[in-house]
């Protein structure tokens, strides 16, 4: 199965993620990841495995205050773990 969560507010949005991913992992899945959003640019990490795994690709992470992570059961195509930021284009 899958699971999200959501976070946007004052602290960083990333422990709050992450931790919140950890609550989800009783579900079953593959891979995580987890965007993160500033004004105009979004920085997505994914990982294949654990999200403790994800957790330690996150520990540089600048300090955003809104994002969204995801757990992932994959049916269709493959794990990757493409970290990258895309700049949001009229979004």
């Known amino acids: 199965m899958c699971g999200i969560i959501g976070y946007t507010g004052y602290s960083n949005a990333t422990g709050k993620l992450i931790n919140g991913l950890k609550t989800l992992?009783?579900?079953g899945y593959d891979s995580a990841g987890i965007a993160l959003?500033?004004?105009e640019k979004t920085k997505i990490i994914?990982?294949?495995g654990r999200v403790s795994e994800l957790e330690k690709l996150c520990e540089n992470t600048t300090r955003l205050n809104t994002g969204i992570g995801h757990t992932r059961w994959t049916t269709h195509g493959s794990v990757n773990q493409k970290i990258h930021?895309?700049?949001n284009?009229?979004?």
């Open 25 to 27: 992992e009783y579900r």
């Open 89 to 91: 284009s009229g979004i």
């Open 85 to 87: 930021t895309r700049i």
């Open 37 to 39: 959003s500033s004004n």
């Open 46 to 48: 994914k990982c294949a």
